[in-house]
């Protein structure tokens, strides 16, 4: 069964310092991970992708995950938190056993603090 | 922005009375999804669509019907309303792996 567990409801920072927001998996197979980010009031926007090609991810706004299978993992991250990062975060596996059927990790609140 | 609109933006209905929300694609994309979004749970499918008149249920279809009769657009329909149907509802279309959401629908039935 898949299944996403975002290890963290609320994360805060600083502006200007790392961002590590964490997620964990579970796949029956060879997984599609996502991370999505959500401003207050509006849709989800796709910040990358991992579909079974680099490790090491590049996203939008300078983000960038890791997929580390051996740790069942997919961590997002971000050298410099800006204020406009302040958003909600959710993790989202899926895979060809499901249809590309996406599951959801809870989501995590990211805090910017000026 | 995927070219997915959904209307109504906002609504306030009674228990028990029947709504339908509804998404529209402008890129004639076959697959086509209904979701909602409580605080806690994430994003949680109701309903998804491979085409015109095919449709099955997600993990959360109680309640609630879709209907596409056309590539573009793709309605969802409570029945008879109840407050724990009071939620965020967002359409997405999917894109070979990527799925791409529309604004949302905040419903709230009191």
């Known amino acids: 069964a898949q299944s996403v567990t975002q290890l963290d409801s609320h994360v805060s920072v600083s502006e200007g310092t790392p961002v590590l927001l964490r997620c964990n998996y579970s796949s029956s197979y060879s997984p599609s991970l996502f991370w999505y980010v959500q401003h207050p009031n509006k849709g989800l926007q796709l910040l990358l992708k991992?579909?079974?090609?680099?490790?090491l991810v590049k996203g939008i706004n300078g983000f960038e995950a890791e997929f580390k299978k051996s740790e069942t993992s997919f961590h997002l991250t971000k050298p410099s938190a800006h204020m406009s990062d302040a958003a909600e975060y959710f993790c989202?596996?899926?895979?060809?056993?499901?249809?590309?059927?996406?599951?959801f990790g809870t989501g995590t609140s990211l805090t910017v603090i000026p | 922005d995927a070219g997915i609109t959904q209307s109504p933006r906002h609504k306030v209905t009674e228990t028990g009375t029947p709504v339908t929300l509804r998404c529209h694609q402008t890129e004639n994309h076959r697959y086509m999804y209904w979701y909602r979004q409580d605080p806690g749970h994430g994003l949680r499918l109701i309903h998804y669509?491979?085409?015109?008149?095919?449709?099955d249920k997600g993990e959360v279809s109680d309640g609630y019907s879709v209907s596409r009769s056309k590539t573009e657009d793709f309605l969802l329909t409570l029945e008879s309303a109840t407050s724990s149907q009071t939620s965020v509802y967002f359409c997405a279309i999917g894109v070979g792996e990527v799925k791409y959401f529309g604004p949302g629908t905040r419903l709230t039935v009191t």
């Open positions: 989202v596996v899926s895979d060809l056993m499901t249809g590309n059927q996406f599951y």
């Open positions: 669509s491979y085409g015109v008149k095919d449709t």
């Open positions: 991992y579909t079974s090609a680099a490790t």
